[in-house]
């Protein structure tokens, strides 16, 4: 009886632990099929050109170089060489660099200064109505190409045109970073106002009541007794607008040329290129604009997984 | 300077109507509890006392004058909150210290006036950790420091009990009725617990449905509820109600219902016969083992000073009765009972307002 | 009456600094002002644009032309657009990308959640490999899989063994086979994206209530049982949300079409964002384009507002257990 027990009990632990097994190899191989390509794209970049493209391909460059990035980085518009070549026109990668940083940075802190705010008045004051907080997504899933249409128009001519006649001279929202943080702003607020909305929410109404009671302004405590609360809410969400906006393509290719260039846009032209391409120089920029973003989202994920329940999460 | 005043209080959510015309005044230095079942409109009152709601219609007067436009935190008031609201992100000293901070009390005016509250509250050891690291009586004991060392002339107390265990919430009781006599200010504090009403309040307001149903001290309340429903409220065991008529007989009232006959006491007013009533007494009133009426004992509560016997009479009501724990039932004894005539309490059928 | 009261506060302070802040302070400015910003960028920003778009759409106009000498021209284009078959088709094609891509995160997705929720030891380093491919700029992972894809890239390599077997020529060009290369951008969106739906299962199995499973368990409920009549249920908002974002988000495939085929071989892999990006910005068919983003906007619409329904009704759902 006793060793039949045992022998059950052998074979259940044997079962668990064979599930066990099955489950972290399903997971290796997903994470290994998950890591190839950008596997592939980081040991491109340290491949010289004759190692672009070999039949059988190489898995490790053979004489591995900095060659990409130092291409990559060093080149202005004067120098001829592959990339101006290949791009056909002005490539400035450092042009590009400023451009994505000053963009997506101004544009995130501005979002969430506005977008926390709002989330503030509709988490405490329901501003906007039961509904608002759904129907604000509304925005976010508009298909992007539906608004680049318009928006070409409107900012390469109807405000130019506009300001002519009021104001007095042609301001231009095409092709200018100001005119790219508006449009990042406004699209990226809707995400905003959710997460916030999801950190506000925790924080109870009663502790500004409490503020309130003892003499502090709305102002004051604001500033020290939610701000202190949602401040690591406020990093996430800025970093994850951050990351939105980096990664944004369609739109920035839209609206901006030849002056101001996005990194994905930069990428964009290399593949473009005519005369055959260049696998290397771009390998580089991929790694160049993927690294950080990656590092920034591993650092943010586990604040991801509480803002991606969009309130499926209760406690 | 600390008596409040609500005249004809209205506040409404929409098309909810939270207080519907509530009129009291609380003295100066007096302790009293606003006690309702929950959505009562209880809560709703104290925050228009506090400004943090204000009111749709009716004037709201502290001291002497008429706070309705005047921010809570003008209007001189300390407030304890149901989940006591303490700062998490601050020390218990930052704590406290808010309040003097708002007012931009010097630095070591501030020091010292936190810990002499913190001292009043016996928490001077807690003043370095943080609130999630206190437990609930002390969390408790710091809500009372930081109300305290802004020396308000009123305290609002929401629930403050609440979170609290059995054991420690009676200590809690005892300890702000002593803290009540030594800060000698108003203090209003709502709770839907009536024990706690009755074991601290100067006077209780009972409430229901955003109105006022009754008004006056402990005693009174239990021994002369207004309503049904506040004599339905206080105690434990709950009243025993039976629904029946009055009938006059040989120039006495009778209570009668199905299965049971009660002689009214002598001073019921004869306007009453031939009215559809509801009869209440409670458990300590209803006399076992003498009486005329016939009854099935269904269970017992030994509780140890006394024992609930629960029976039935025939109908369907099932009544019970306080009893001696040396009274020994079992289940299916037949007993006999009967009401003390005097403290038998008359509603009306249709209102629920006290007749006698 | 909010004005007299703040006025009345701040007479005892002077000074236009904390008269400001004063004012500030007011509830009606926290109600208004955050409000009034937002939806001021939001009509700015798209509904302007929106309104001179619709204008557009019944102008007769070619962007290689001066604006004025531009004309109305009724429902022209509408009609042109309605008779596109591009359209129609790239549209189709779009629903046939998106349906296809979403099924496989959703059920990828769904059993990687499970599994990391069902292990115990290296959850963590799990979580953070397969949050990865969202992180990645979509357009790097376009020009990844197109390095991937290519006649002597890593994926003939693995495969040549086995076409060797069958005399194939193993360098095979994928993106320039009609059904391979829509394919190839249907798997590019399944890398980078299953971990969205991941992320999202993962964080409603991580909600649920343990009581409850194990009050099922105890109840003598088996494992399957448990699973699916009180885990699958109680994960209902989480599956619904995922497949409403997901599909919406595949709905506007972009990127992976213009770093990986271009929309060809011939217009195999055209969906519709690129459709109509390449008439407006390779034919200058502005008036066109913009019929025809105002009827695919229409077409959304209702697929965003049936989207919107569901997750607000599954917050509804959410607020009623709790209360």
């Known amino acids: 009886m006793s060793t039949d027990a045992k022998q059950a009990l052998q074979i259940a632990n044997r079962r668990r632990w064979r599930r066990t097994v099955v489950r972290h190899s399903i997971l290796i191989g997903w994470g290994l099929i998950i890591m190839f390509p950008i596997f592939w794209m980081i040991q491109t970049s340290f491949k010289d050109a004759h190692e672009w493209v070999t039949w059988p391909p190489h898995w490790v460059p053979q004489d591995p170089t900095l060659k990409n990035y130092e291409q990559i980085f060093t080149f202005d518009v004067q120098q001829s060489g592959v990339a101006r070549e290949a791009t056909e026109q002005p490539f400035n990668i450092w042009g590009a660099v400023a451009d994505s940083l000053i963009i997506c940075t101004t544009s995130a802190l501005i979002a969430l200064f506005m977008g926390a705010f709002l989330a503030y008045g509709i988490s405490r004051f329901n501003v906007g109505g039961g509904k608002f907080r759904h129907s604000v997504l509304i925005i976010r899933m508009i298909p992007p190409i539906v608004i680049a249409i318009p928006l070409l128009m409107y900012y390469a001519i109807m405000v130019p045109l506009a300001s002519e006649t009021v104001l007095g001279f042609r301001l231009s929202l095409f092709d200018t970073q100001f005119g790219m943080s508006l449009l990042y702003i406004t699209i990226t607020l809707p995400f905003v106002i959710w997460m916030m909305l999801s950190f506000i929410d925790e924080v109870p109404y009663t502790l500004e009541h409490a503020a309130r009671i003892m003499g502090a302004g709305r102002l004051y405590t604001l500033r020290r007794v939610v701000l202190p609360l949602v401040a690591s809410g406020m990093v996430v969400t800025f970093l994850f607008v951050f990351i939105l906006n980096w990664a944004e393509f369609l739109l920035s290719l839209t609206l901006t040329h030849p002056d101001v260039s996005t990194l994905p846009v930069l990428l964009n032209k290399f593949q473009s290129a005519s005369e055959g391409r260049l696998y290397g120089p771009q390998a580089a920029i991929g790694t160049v604009i993927t690294i950080p973003v990656v590092v920034l989202g591993v650092l943010i994920q586990k604040h991801l997984i509480k803002g991606f329940s969009f309130g499926t999460i209760r406690k | 300077m600390a008596q409040i005043g609500l005249k004809e209080v209205v506040k409404k959510f929409g098309d909810f109507v939270a207080v519907n015309g509530v009129s009291l005044d609380v003295h100066d230095g007096e302790f009293l509890i606003l006690v309702g079942p929950s959505g009562c409109g209880k809560t709703t009152t104290l925050n228009m006392i506090s400004g943090l709601e204000s009111p749709t219609s009716g004037e709201i007067i502290i001291g002497n004058r008429v706070v309705n436009d005047i921010e809570p935190g003008e209007r001189g008031l300390g407030m304890v909150f149901q989940d006591l609201a303490l700062f998490p ?121 955003g109105l006022v149903e009754q008004i006056g001290g402990p005693l009174d309340i239990y021994d002369k509820p207004a309503s049904r429903f506040v004599a339905g409220f206080f105690g434990t065991p709950t009243m025993n109600f039976l629904q029946g008529e009055i009938v006059a007989a040989n120039g006495a009232l009778t209570f009668q219902c199905e299965h049971i006959e009660h002689f009214l006491a002598e001073n019921t007013p004869d306007s009453l016969a031939g009215k559809q009533v509801i009869l209440g007494v409670r458990s300590e009133h209803v006399v076992v083992n003498s009486g005329g009426q016939q009854g099935q004992v269904k269970l017992i509560e030994p509780l140890g000073d006394v024992s609930l016997v629960f029976f039935e009479s025939g109908g369907q009501e099932q009544l019970v009765a306080k009893v001696a724990p040396e009274l020994r039932f079992s289940s299916g004894d037949q007993l006999t009972f009967g009401f003390q005539a005097a403290k038998c309490h008359l509603f009306d059928f249709d209102s629920g307002t006290r007749l006698n | ?191 980078q994206w299953t971990s969205l739906t991941f992320l999202i299962f993962l964080s409603g199995f991580s909600a649920l209530p343990p009581q409850l499973i194990n009050a099922a368990r105890v109840m003598g409920a088996s494992r399957r049982q448990t699973f699916f009549w009180v885990e699958l249920p109680l994960l209902k908002p989480a599956i619904v949300i995922a497949v409403v974002i997901r599909s919406m988000e595949a709905l506007k495939m972009f990127d992976p079409v213009v770093l990986l085929t271009f929309g060809g071989p011939g217009t195999s892999t055209q969906t519709v964002a690129y459709y109509l990006w390449e008439q407006v910005w390779q034919f200058n068919k502005y008036s066109f384009g913009a019929a025809a983003s105002i009827m695919l906007l229409i077409i959304f619409s209702v697929l965003i507002f049936f989207g919107i329904y569901l997750i607000g009704r599954q917050g509804k759902a959410i607020e009623r257990g709790e209360a």
Request: hydrophobic share 50%; net charge neutral; proline share 4%.
């Open chain 2, 89 to 209: 992100h601050m020390t218990v000293f930052e704590n406290i210290a808010f309040g003097l901070r708002v007012k931009k009390t010097l630095e070591p005016d501030i020091d010292r006036q936190v810990r002499a509250a913190a001292e009043a509250m016996h928490i001077l050891p807690l003043l370095g950790k943080r609130p999630a690291q206190c437990s609930g009586g002390e969390s408790q004991r710091v809500a009372l420091a930081r109300t305290i060392v802004n020396d308000p002339s009123v305290f609002l107390m929401d629930e403050p009990l609440s979170s609290l265990d059995a054991k420690l919430r009676v200590d809690m009781r005892t300890e702000l009725k002593a803290l009540h006599e030594r800060l000698n200010a108003t203090f209003v504090y709502v709770t839907h617990d009536q024990a706690e009403a009755m074991t601290m309040a100067d006077r209780i307001v009972v409430m229901n449905g």
């Open chain 3, 1 to 191: 009456m909010t004005e007299s009261t703040t006025l009345a506060a701040s007479v005892h302070r002077n000074g236009l600094l904390s008269r400001l802040s004063a004012w500030f302070s007011q509830e009606r400015v926290f109600r208004w002002i955050p409000f009034v910003m937002v939806e001021g960028m939001f009509i700015l920003i798209l509904i302007i644009p929106f309104a001179l778009t619709i204008y557009i759409s019944f102008l007769r106009w070619r962007a290689n032309r001066p604006f004025e000498q531009a004309y109305l021209s009724g429902l022209r284009n509408y009609e042109s657009v309605i008779a596109d078959s591009g359209f129609w088709d790239s549209l189709g094609r779009t629903f046939y990308f998106a349906g296809a891509a979403v099924v496989f995160e959703l059920i990828i997705g769904f059993f990687l959640a499970l599994m990391v929720h069902q292990i115990t030891r290296g959850r963590r380093f799990y979580i953070t490999i397969l949050l990865i491919p969202m992180m990645v700029v979509p357009v790097v992972a376009g020009y990844n899989f197109s390095m991937i894809y290519l006649d002597s890239g890593p994926l003939n390599q693995i495969l040549a063994p086995g076409l060797n077997l069958f005399d194939i020529n193993p360098r095979i060009r994928w993106l320039s086979n009609p059904i391979a290369a829509q394919w190839a951008i249907i798997l590019a969106d399944i890398w």
